[in-house]
Nanobody
Framework: QVQVKESGGGSVQSGGSLRLSCAAPSWLVTFGCMGWSRQAPGKDREAVASIDPYGKIIYEGSVKGRFTISLDKAKDTLYLAMDSLKPEDTAIYSC????????????????????WGQGTQVTVSA
């Protein structure tokens, strides 16, 4: 199982900002399927943002325009910059780094992300 480690969570007021970090294996940061999810108490895990080996980024609807996912390949780290935070963003945020799958044409694609880390708590107060 791939080991990842999240950090950067905390407590902020509504409208504030946080930046989460996820340390991951170098070879997956270089060419892997990486992303963030969150889970609020009593709710299912939901995808937040992801980035594929070719740099394609997908954001969940409610975070578009407020959150930014990025990679620092020199530091083997995935980031999630969160601005204009709302109380409904309160959750445990986890990251994942998965190996891409090669198709018959030789291209790579990402399946559903799994093997999430333990996560870091983000609490946004009104």
């Amino acid at each position: 199982q791939v080991q990842v480690k999240e950090s950067g969570g905390g407590s902020v007021q509504s409208g504030g900002s946080l930046r989460l970090s996820c340390a991951a294996p170098s070879w997956l940061v270089t060419f892997g399927c990486m992303g963030w999810s969150r889970q609020a108490p009593g709710k299912d895990r939901e995808a937040v943002a992801s980035i594929d080996p070719y740099g394609k980024i997908i954001y969940e609807g409610s975070v578009k325009g407020r959150f930014t996912i990025s990679l620092d390949k020199a530091k083997d780290t995935l980031y999630l910059a969160m601005d204009s935070l709302k109380p409904e963003d309160t959750a445990i945020y986890s990251c994942a780094a998965n190996e891409p799958v090669k198709n018959f044409s030789g291209d790579y694609y990402c399946g559903p992300l799994n093997n999430w880390g333990q996560g870091t708590q983000v609490t946004v107060s009104a």
